[in-house]
């Protein structure tokens, strides 16, 4: 489907879309950039990628795809460096957790370029991070959200639905916000509770002692916690008011628990718990609730 793919990006989110193309028989040849040359040196030598750009410009440069798998606060100084190269014919994507703010960086620096860049959003990922961890495997079956805006090209579209379709994804479209608002309260504030709970117990002076006796409960609970800690200072403050409206949200519940064991009303815990306990036993992945 394509001659090219410039890769900007060539992390586990990049490298993994790179093996995916190649794996799918979607891209003849992948050309990749990265920040830090070995980064860009290793994607190479593992056969993530073809032939290695020194510049995001010339990583896009005679590419018909391009895939930006960069921390979302870089999201405008990559488009800005390869803006000149974009044409109405080239398909941009990007990987990035928050849209509203690649969506504005997106129309401030690629101007009456936007229309080839349609944003995405993969709901995959890991703990770990680096090139060495790319996989093939990572976006299959996994769902993919697309937010195009009014001004992008019917055409990328359409590509951006072919490619993460034939990846094996399952494909939906929203709005930026609607985006936005969703994941503050099912990604993003998860993440920041488990960072948070690390942070609360790790503060205290026998916390060490209770870390020893946690189990798989515990593990479960704050494994997103290992997640990078720099992607996520930016996924945060980028979406911070949607965020901060979910933690008030979230307050709100945790008092009306701590209320109920303040009073000792065993009747109320019971009923919260039983609610949680319910919705969370019928909740399937990518279902609605009726």
Known sequence: ?????????CGLMGGSF?????KAGLV????????SPSTTDRARQLGVIDVEAP?????????????????????????????????????????????????????????DQVG??????????REVSGVEHADAELYSGRQVILTPIERTLTAQLHQAQEVWTALGCRVTSMSPESHDAAF????????????ALMNSITGQSNGDDFL????????????????????????LLSNREELLAQSRLFQQTLHTFEQAMEKGDAQRLEDMLTLASETRTHWRMGAKRK
């Open 1 to 9: 489907m394509f001659e090219q793919l410039g890769l900007i990006g």
């Open 18 to 22: 790179a093996l995916a193309m190649k």
């Open 28 to 35: 003849n040849r992948v050309v990749g950039y990265s920040k």
């Open 55 to 111: 510049s995001a410009l010339l990583a896009a440069a005679g590419a018909d795809i391009v895939l930006l798998a960069v921390p979302v606060a870089a999201t405008e100084a990559t488009l800005k460096a390869i803006k000149h190269l974009v044409t109405p014919q080239m398909l941009i994507m990007d990987v990035g957790s928050t849209k509203t703010d690649v969506v504005q960086a997106a129309r401030r620096s690629l101007r």
């Open 116 to 125: 080839s860049f349609v944003p995405a959003h993969p709901i995959t990922g």
């Open 184 to 195: 503050a309260a099912v990604s993003h504030l998860p993440h920041l509770l488990a960072f």
């Open 212 to 235: 020893s006796l946690a189990g798989p409960g515990f593990r479960d609970f704050t494994r997103i916690a290992a997640g990078d800690p720099k992607m996520w200072r930016d996924i």
